[in-house]
Structure formats: C-alpha cells, structure tokens
Nanobody
Framework: QVHLVESGGDLVQSGGSLRLSCAAS????????MMWYRQGPEKEREWVAT????????SYADSVKGRFTISRDNGKNTVFLQMSSLKPDDTAVYYC?????????????WGQGTQVTVSS
C-alpha cells in the first residue's frame, strides 16, 4: 500500500525559508519520479516541482523557479522541497505525489498535505 507522509509545514515570515519532507513507503521509491503540488486558499491545486527517479533531473513551475529546490534521498525513501524567499502567495497546503511512469506530471497517489503559511 502506497503511503506518502508530508511534514515540515509551518508559519513563516515573508522572505523566510522552510524545508518540506515527504516520507514514502509501499513501493520501490527509486523507480518513480516524485512531485510537489500545492493548493492555496480558494485556488486550484497547482504543480510545483518534479524530480526524476534518480534525482538527476528536476523541473519547476515558473512561480517558484529560483526559489524552491526539489531533491530526494533514495536511501531514505524521502523527497524534499527546500523553499526560500517565501512570499505570502506561497501560502498553501503542499502535497507530495508519485508521478505516473511515462507521464510528464500526472500524479498517481497523494499525501495528506502539510500547511505552509507565509505572513507579510
């Protein structure tokens, strides 16, 4: 059974940093690309970043490029999202997801999410 558990969300001031973690279990972690999505208040869920299965390739939404870094530790079955220069617009519930093999950014499974709130 696939489990994705996010952690690390918090209340932070504008300009601050946070690191989110997502612990994965129930599947061969090093086979799958992983992604982060987010959903802000009264907004649709949006894709944030993707990392391939080996951690050798990443991609980002324009809104976070240069500020966020996705990484993974295949030995610990964990994917991370390092966020810096945070803005109030980054306020959202952040979700970790497993990328469907062969797709660009199609999510197969989701975690429960972790809340990030950026105060101005």
């Amino acid at each position: 059974q696939v489990h994705l558990v996010e952690s690390g969300g918090d209340l932070v001031q504008s300009g601050g940093s946070l690191r989110l973690s997502c612990a994965a279990s129930g599947f061969p972690f090093n086979v799958y690309g992983m992604m982060w999505y987010r959903q802000g208040p009264e907004k649709e869920r949006e894709w944030v970043a993707t990392i391939n299965n080996l951690g050798t390739g990443t991609s980002y939404a324009d809104s976070v490029k240069g500020r966020f870094t996705i990484s993974r530790d295949n030995g610990k079955n964990t994917v991370f999202l390092q966020m810096s220069s945070l803005k109030p617009d980054d306020t959202a519930v952040y979700y970790c997801s497993r990328r469907q093999i062969g797709s660009l950014n199609r999510a197969e499974y989701w975690g429960q999410g972790t809340q990030v709130t950026v105060s101005s």
